[in-house]
């Protein structure tokens, strides 16, 4: 058949479907009609990204594996973009598939193909970006900054920077930035490689094996405490904003089911609470006590690391938590004691080491496991309403305030206008039960309400520390064996599998 002949036949069927329409809507008026009307009408077009999404059962992105991304903890993938996706994909009622890919440039050309339908990789805005891909809503703005190795020389500003030994994502934004000041500073020279996260940067300043990098205030904040000596020098003026990019082309529907739900997020707070859930804990870490904690994980943590790993399985907990909870309470000293009379490792008091049948409380292992038997009592004894990471962070502050004075805050909470299930909510009035408008209204009266603010962020802190130092443990003992495994005389090509387990999805 000719073309002039499909062409024909074509409208001859697209006026049948149009008369079968028409038939349809005058003997059944109302939804059935305007239902059937849709489909028959997209019977003669190629369905839209959005129909092809609902239709496979699978939202297909393309992102980065790391901290600021996503990555596996030992309950699943979890991260701040997969957590942004997988509640997009929740939404339309589909699966999230995720592809791994290093490769800036790659991820940004390969968006709208079959390997994704859009890049959520903590992809910064840039007007050159703005020509190949359409890019939502902002979920996060963050600064560029700049950093060198506490000791050395501090660069104040980008000529400091000029001939000396700058490395940086290859095709990331931060390449964009020293490409426009190389205008004004022409003798400007860095390194680009790929196949690097900014935590894999951050590191390497830290180490001193290379003098400078640029990253974003989002992944410093997240990874400064696991190398305190990466400092930063100064900031980029101006923020960034990142967001989810999408192709460039006509079919803009599933484009416009992301802005929809970034309005929805952002409006009903859900946005926030992620937000808080993964960088709500970030605080400034004094140098000191970040080098402190960093050789106590070596000269300390290894004593204890045998009991809070059975402490943890007993109670079904992660053995890093309790090591967090420790240290914030002991410093992992098992002869600890303060001046109201707690003492050991999880410097119990008389009355709770006596409840969780413990006789002996600077003895460590008792110590451990009757501070993870507390912890779980308490933790479930909170409300079943409290899920997810909310349900150990209020049960951390119950641990420290009491669970009396942490019902008084939700109930204040409640009052108030807040969500009383909500950590991010609460702990804004835990520090009112100091004063005395507030809590002569509570059960439990007075309580040093902000003491388990500053407890649960600590802990947090430490958590988060101890979660990556183990990841890198683990890439160290995956590239010590690949040596052996080369220096072999018998040596064979082989698979050394590296799975990362840094976090669980509560961080």
């Excluded at 901290?67 to 997969?82: M, N, R, S, V």
């Excluded at 359409?134 to 700049?146: A, D, G, M, N, S």
């Excluded at 909500?422 to 902000?450: D, F, N």
Aim: hydrophobic fraction near 35%.
């Amino acid at each position: 058949m000719s073309y002039r002949g499909k062409k024909s036949t074509r409208r001859t069927r697209q006026a049948r479907d149009k008369r079968h329409a028409s038939s349809w809507l005058k003997r059944f008026p109302g939804t059935i009609a305007l239902i059937w009307l849709s489909l028959a009408l997209s019977a003669s077009r190629a369905p839209t990204d959005l129909e092809n999404v609902m239709q496979q059962g699978t939202l297909k992105i393309l992102s980065r594996n790391g901290p600021t991304t996503y990555y596996e903890g030992p309950d699943g993938l979890t991260g701040f973009e997969y957590t942004l996706a997988k509640t997009f994909a929740d939404e339309l009622g589909v699966k999230l598939e995720i592809h791994d890919e290093e490769n800036l440039a790659t991820l940004l050309d390969s968006v709208g193909t079959a390997r994704g339908y859009l890049g959520a990789s903590g992809l910064t805005i840039t007007a050159k970006r703005r020509q190949d891909v359409r890019f939502t809503t902002p979920y996060l703005e963050v600064t560029q900054q700049v950093l060198y190795r506490a000791g050395e020389t501090k660069p104040s500003g980008i000529q400091d920077l000029i001939g000396k030994d700058l490395m940086i994502i290859a095709n990331s934004s931060h390449s964009e930035r020293l490409r426009e000041l190389q205008k004004r500073y022409p003798e400007l020279r860095w390194r680009e490689r790929n196949g690097l996260e900014m935590l894999d940067l951050v590191e390497m300043v830290h180490n001193g094996t290379i003098q400078y990098t640029i990253v974003d205030s989002n992944a410093y904040a997240i990874n400064h405490r696991i190398y305190p000596r990466a400092r930063v020098a100064f900031e980029f003026q101006g923020t960034q904003s990142l967001a989810w990019a999408f192709p460039r082309q006509r079919d803009t529907s599933l484009y416009e089911a992301a802005q929809r739900f970034f309005q929805r997020i952002n409006t009903d707070g859900t946005l926030e609470e992620i937000r808080d859930r993964f960088y709500g804990h970030v605080d400034k870490v004094d140098y000191s006590g970040a080098m402190v904690f960093a050789r106590r994980i070596k000269t300390r943590l290894p004593k204890w690391e045998e009991d809070l790993k059975t402490a943890a399985n007993r109670f079904e907990l992660d053995w890093r938590l309790l090591a967090a909870i420790s240290y914030q309470e002991s410093h992992w000293n098992a002869k600890a004691i303060s001046s109201t009379g707690v003492r050991g490792l999880m410097m119990l008091t008389r009355a709770t080491a006596s409840d969780m049948g413990i006789s002996n409380r600077i003895d460590p292992a008792q110590s451990i496991y009757g501070g993870a038997k507390y912890f779980k009592k308490i933790f479930a004894r909170m409300p079943t309403d409290i899920q997810g990471p909310d349900r150990t962070w209020l049960a951390l502050a119950a641990y420290n305030v009491g669970y009396g004075h942490l019902e008084d805050a939700r109930v204040l909470t409640e009052k108030m206008g807040g969500d009383p299930d909500k950590w991010s909510e609460v702990k804004e009035h835990l520090p009112k039960l100091a004063q005395s408008k507030y809590y002569r209204t509570t059960k439990h009266g007075y309580a040093r309400g902000w003491e388990p603010v500053v407890y649960v962020q600590h802990i947090r802190n430490f958590y988060n520390i101890l979660a990556w130092h183990n990841q890198q443990k683990q890439r160290q003992q995956h590239q010590q064996r690949v040596v052996t495994l080369e220096s072999s005389d018998n040596f064979q090509p082989v698979e050394v599998p590296y799975t990362p387990n840094p976090s669980p999805s509560f961080l």
